[in-house]
């Protein structure tokens, strides 16, 4: 399998009501997550993996409509391509200075079991 990794701060719960991750990219890996997403969504590699010290996560797809989100918790979500484009968009529009560092992208993805997660994502040095 083809896949690419990038170094990030992952912060995942799973319970019985809700499922939320926080996903935090340090300015620096930034460009390495962009290249990432841009060859996920182009059919490049076949998995991109968020590597944290003490979780990691891995969205899995090749071009497709539907992208899994598989965190080590055992927490499972789906994103849709238009998802993954407004990962792309945040990270640009944080990186060139149109948003601000203490902004934050919420999307509500659909999970297993007929759970939603609330994912953020997060682009700065904090």
Known sequence: MTSYSVPCGLHATDND?????ELRIAEAYAPQFLTGLRALLGGHIEALYLLDERQKA???GSGTVTYTLRIENGSTAYFCEENLHQLEQFTL??????????QCLSIQLNGEDDLQMSFGLWIGNK
């Open 17 to 21: 009501h809700f499922q939320l991750a």
């Open 58 to 60: 891995v969205i899995q």
């Open 93 to 102: 529009d944080r990186l060139f200075g149109k948003k601000k560092p203490t």
